[in-house]
């Protein structure tokens, strides 16, 4: 791989990164470039419409149109329609739920000094509220990610012959209904968490494969799955879990498939020396700020894994730079 040539003035940038980023995701937070999106307003309207002062909004919107996010014309500013598709929350494919998730990932990136010097940021007591909050830009935030990605997937995992799936932490239901749609005979089991639950019904629902779909809420690391499936799928479920809470999980997922079922797993797949892909060694960086045990896993360490909870016909199905990597295994 090609060595990044670094000057002090590459190095500077990079430890400015977070500005244009912070502004970004102020910007987001506040849903400016929604209410920027119809028409232009000046920054007095705009205070007055997100109840802030008038000073810093300016400021703000000043910043963000020497970005090139905003555009400032005679003293009013507008989200242009280049760019308004992307950012307002009005827009279909909009990825306003991942840039907000990614402002509460900024939260948590916060304390990693505190956390490798072993010191264990102090949780906030959250109100339930914000943790819902949080829960749906999460959701919103990873079907904005996979929506594209999904019929790529499906394709490699190719379900032809497969009747009835597991969809372990299945979410908004995009892979769900990605394998519904591959293949017309499959019923597909969801299991989320109860509010995710809530989510997936009303997505699945609309796009109208509701009927096939058995939504089962519960907790993964208590509840044991369905039995009788012939596919589980843990779409970017391993990375948040220690290596015992994943031989845990394997085992349920054994004792939930059929003799000769298969189990596909979709994650950031490790080079042996951790540091590739890079999207994957960050990735381990945003798990140890968020989770007890969590983090990116090489081949090897997936299928040690699934070995001990008695897969066999372990292999690669792909490796990938970003969160790609298809992992499958079968139930003798």
Same mark, same amino acid.
Request: hydrophobic share 50%.
């Given at each position: 791989s090609v060595m990044n040539t670094f000057s002090p003035e590459t190095i500077l940038g990079l430890a400015r990164n977070f500005m244009e980023c912070r502004i970004l995701l102020t910007g987001a937070e506040l849903n400016l470039f929604t209410l920027l999106s119809p028409a232009p307003l000046s920054p007095e309207e705009i205070a007055a419409m997100i109840g802030a002062?008038?000073?810093?909004?300016?400021? =703000? !919107?000043?910043? !963000? *149109?020497? @970005?090139?996010?905003?555009?400032?014309?005679?003293?009013?500013?507008?989200?242009?329609?280049?760019?308004?598709?992307? =950012?307002s929350a009005?827009? *279909?494919?909009?990825? !306003?739920? @991942?840039?907000?998730? @990614?402002?509460?990932?900024?939260?948590?990136?916060? &304390?990693?000094?505190?956390?490798?010097?072993?010191l264990r940021v102090q949780e906030k007591s959250t109100r339930s509220s914000q943790d819902a909050d949080e829960l749906?830009?999460?959701?919103?935030? @990873?079907?904005?990610?996979?929506? +594209?990605?999904? +019929?790529?997937?499906?394709?490699?995992?190719?379900? &032809?012959?497969?009747?009835?799936?597991?969809d372990v932490g299945g979410g908004s239901g995009v892979y769900a209904r990605a394998f519904l749609r #591959?293949?017309?005979?499959?019923?597909?089991t969801l299991f989320d968490r109860p509010a995710v639950i809530e989510m997936a019904r009303e997505r699945l629902s609309k796009a109208g494969v509701l009927s096939r779909v058995n939504l089962t809420p519960g907790d993964f690391?208590?509840?044991?799955? +369905?039995? &009788?499936?012939?596919? #589980?799928?843990?779409?970017?479920?391993?990375?948040q879990n220690s290596p015992e809470q994943n031989l845990n999980l394997y085992l349920k997922v054994f004792r939930a498939l059929v003799p000769g079922g298969r189990i596909v797993i979709? %994650?950031?797949?490790?080079?042996? %020396?951790?540091?590739? +892909?890079? %999207? &994957?060694? !960050?990735?381990?960086?945003?798990?140890?700020?968020?989770?007890?045990?969590?983090?990116t896993y090489t081949y090897g360490d997936i299928k040690d894994c699934l070995t001990k909870a008695g897969f066999i016909r372990i292999r690669l199905l792909q490796s990938g730079e970003h969160m790609d990597g298809l992992v499958e295994a079968f139930k003798p």
């Open positions: 002062d008038l000073r810093a909004v300016t400021i =703000l !919107l000043d910043a !963000l *149109s020497a @970005m090139g996010l905003l555009v400032k014309q005679a003293g009013k500013y507008h989200c242009p329609p280049s760019i308004s598709p992307f =950012l009005e827009a *279909s494919n909009s990825i !306003l739920p @991942m840039i907000l998730h @990614m402002a509460h990932v900024w939260e948590r990136w916060s &304390g990693l000094t505190s956390i490798v010097k072993g749906r830009a999460f959701i919103g935030a @990873m079907h904005v990610i996979a929506a +594209p990605l999904a +019929p790529r997937i499906v394709a490699a995992v190719n379900p &032809g012959t497969s009747r009835t799936m597991l #591959a293949v017309p005979e499959m019923r597909c690391y208590r509840d044991e799955f +369905p039995p &009788g499936h012939d596919l #589980a799928f843990l779409s970017a479920i391993i990375h979709r %994650d950031h797949v490790m080079a042996s %020396d951790r540091t590739r +892909p890079k %999207d &994957g060694a !960050l990735f381990a960086v945003n798990m140890l700020v968020s989770t007890t045990g969590g983090i």
